[in-house]
């Protein structure tokens, strides 16, 4: 059969080892739940796992929409952005997509997810000379752990590369000026919680500043206590014990839909 540009694939779960089958299941729900949170932009952006035990990853078809990705349907591509094994399908991976995630994967061994967005409240921060400010909480928990990274153009200059590392350091997220966000971390959950408390701190700031009211931010010695609270090692993985609800939601959200469960 010529699958062609449709969106339903069959199983792979027999014919790959029961850990990659489990990074499948859980890279398409991330998919599927930047999707509910309203985080996509139309079929653009890439979420990346690296596969257990190998240094290769998996990635989207570029051409199928975040709520209609599938285990099945993820492309394996080694750092270099080679196609090792992919559906039967039309469609192929954006090269962008490897240019960033391929990189970060490339350079932080303690990295095994990296997720980018292009939406609004990031991109809208993205191109304030202020970066994001830790006017809430929330946003606090960046506060001296984010990096910024100037925009070159469209992500696709193998030699920008290497200042993409250098621009994210020793952090587990990024704010690309001009262009958009990016979390990562040692496993999906934790990449997927980064994004979505950085998503909402560019939404808070965005509505803060749109009141047109003087903005609070608590003195110094209160964001880095707050923010290092938040980082690794310091207390529990944040993302591990929200993931099952988050896959609950998803579940729930599963019977009611047309398209294929992410577990396919």
């Known amino acids: 059969m010529d699958y062609g540009h449709c969106t339903d694939f069959p199983s792979v779960r027999d014919h790959v080892s029961p ?54 349907s993820l492309v394996k591509i080694d750092l270099d952005g080679n196609i090792i094994d992919k559906p039967d399908s039309d469609y192929g991976i954006n090269q962008a997509g490897y240019v960033i995630h391929g990189a970060i994967h490339r350079a932080r061994a303690d990295v095994a997810c990296v997720i980018h967005t292009h939406t609004r409240a990031g991109m809208a921060v993205s191109s304030m000379t202020c970066g994001l400010l830790p006017l809430n909480q929330t946003a606090m928990r960046f506060h001296g752990h984010i990096g910024y990274h100037d925009y070159e153009g469209p992500a696709i200059n193998l030699d920008e590369r290497v200042r993409l590392v250098a621009s994210l350091g020793p952090h587990d997220a990024l704010i690309l000026r001009s262009h958009g966000l990016l979390t990562c971390g040692p496993d999906i959950p934790q990449a997927f919680n980064t994004m979505y408390q950085l998503e909402m701190s560019c939404r808070a700031q965005v509505d803060a500043m749109a009141a047109r009211t003087e903005l609070l931010i608590p003195p110094e010695e209160v964001l880095a206590r707050t923010a290092h609270l938040y980082q690794r090692g310091t207390r529990r993985p944040f993302g591990v014990l929200e993931w099952p609800a988050m896959l609950r939601l998803l579940d729930a959200e599963s019977r009611n839909s047309p398209f294929p469960p992410h577990t396919h």
Not at 19 to 44: K, N, P, S
Not at 53 to 72: D, H, K, M, V, W
């Open 19 to 72: 850990d990659e089958w489990q990074a499948r299941v859980d890279l398409a729900a991330c998919y599927r739940l930047v999707d509910h949170f309203g985080m996509t932009d139309l079929i653009y952006n890439h979420i990346t796992v690296r596969v257990p035990g190998s240094e290769y990853l998996l990635i989207n078809l570029y051409g199928l929409l975040y709520r209609e990705i599938t285990a099945s």
